[in-house]
C-alpha cells in the first residue's frame, strides 16, 4: 500500500513561488506515475501536473503550463511541483497523486495525499 505525505504548502502573495513536495512509502516509486490535482472551494477537483516513472516525460494542465514544473527524485521516493508567478486562482487545495505507471495519471488514481493548502494573496 503506497502512502503519500504532501509539504510546503502556505500563504504567499501573487507573483511569489512555492514548492510543493509529495513523499511515498510503501511501493516501488520508480514503478509509479505521479501526480498534482487541486480543489478550489466549490469546484471540482482539476489536474494540474503529472510525470511518468523513471523517464520523467512530464504533462501539465494549460492554466499552468509555462508557471509550474514537476520533477521526481526517485532516489528519495519524493514528487515535487514548483509554483512560480503564482495568481489568486492558483489558491486551493493540491492534492498529490500516484497510479501504477503502466495507466498514467488520471481522475481515478489509486493513490492520494491528505493535500496541502495553497492560498495566494492579492
Known amino acids: 500500500q503506497v502512502q503519500l505525505v504532501e509539504s510546503g504548502g502556505g500563504l504567499v502573495q501573487a507573483g511569489g513561488s512555492l514548492r510543493l513536495s509529495c513523499a511515498a512509502s510503501?511501493?516501488?516509486?520508480?514503478?509509479?506515475?505521479m501526480g498534482w490535482f487541486r480543489q478550489a472551494p466549490g469546484k471540482e477537483r482539476e489536474f494540474v501536473a503529472a510525470?511518468?516513472?523513471?523517464?520523467?516525460?512530464?504533462y501539465y494542465a494549460n492554466s499552468v503550463k509555462g508557471r509550474f514544473t514537476i520533477s521526481r527524485d526517485n532516489d528519495r521516493n519524493t514528487v515535487y511541483l514548483q509554483m512560480n508567478s503564482l495568481k489568486p486562482d492558483d489558491t486551493a487545495v493540491y492534492y498529490c497523486?500516484?497510479?501504477?505507471?503502466?495507466?498514467?495519471?488520471?481522475?481515478?488514481?489509486?493513490?492520494w495525499g491528505q493535500g496541502t493548502q495553497v492560498t495566494v494573496s492579492s
Open positions: 497523486a500516484a497510479n501504477p505507471r503502466e495507466y498514467g495519471v488520471g481522475p481515478d488514481n489509486r493513490y
Open positions: 510503501g511501493g516501488t516509486f520508480s514503478s509509479l506515475a
Open positions: 510525470i511518468r516513472g523513471s523517464v520523467g516525460s512530464s
